[in-house]
Nanobody
Framework: QLQASGGGLVQPGGSLRLSCAAS????????SGWFRQAPGKEREGISV???????YYADSVKGRFTISRDTAKKSFYLQMNNLIPEDTAVYYC?????????????????????WGQGTLVTVSS
C-alpha cells in the first residue's frame, strides 16, 4: 500500500513537500515515482527514483523538484520549489513491483503497477 500526503494550496514561487509512505513491501527494491494529472490532461511522469538510486525528471520540473527516498522510514518524497500555476494537479505516487508494463522511459505511468491515492496541489495567488 502507498499513502501520499502533503498537497495543498500554495502561492506561485512557494514550496511543498509531498510524501509517500509504503507498507507491505521493501521500497528500495523497486523503482518509485511521482506522477500528476491536471484537469483534462493525461497523467504524466514527473520524477522517478530507481532501485539503484538513479533519478529522472520531466523537463518541466528539472531544477525545481527533487525526489528522494528514506529506506528506514519506508517513504519517498518530492520536494517542489518555485511552484508555478502550471504545476496545479493531482499528484500520485507509484511503485513498479514487477507488474508494470515494459516501457521505454522510466517516467511512463504504464510502467507502474502499485499506486497511492492522489493528493491535490493547487498553485494560485
Amino acid at each position: 500500500q502507498l499513502q501520499a500526503s502533503g498537497g495543498g494550496l500554495v502561492q506561485p514561487g512557494g514550496s511543498l513537500r509531498l510524501s509517500c509512505a509504503a507498507s507491505g513491501f521493501t521500497l528500495d527494491w523497486y523503482d518509485s515515482g511521482w506522477f500528476r494529472q491536471a484537469p483534462g490532461k493525461e497523467r504524466e511522469g514527473i520524477s522517478v527514483i530507481e532501485s539503484d538510486g538513479s533519478t529522472y525528471y520531466a523537463d518541466s520540473v528539472k531544477g525545481r523538484f527533487t525526489i528522494s527516498r528514506d529506506t528506514a522510514k519506508k517513504s519517498f518524497y518530492l520536494q517542489m520549489n518555485n511552484l508555478i500555476p502550471e504545476d496545479t494537479a493531482v499528484y500520485y505516487c507509484a511503485t513498479n513491483t514487477g507488474g508494470g508494463l515494459r516501457v521505454t522511459t522510466p517516467l511512463d505511468p504504464l510502467g507502474y503497477d502499485y499506486w497511492g491515492q492522489g493528493t491535490l496541489v493547487t498553485v494560485s495567488s
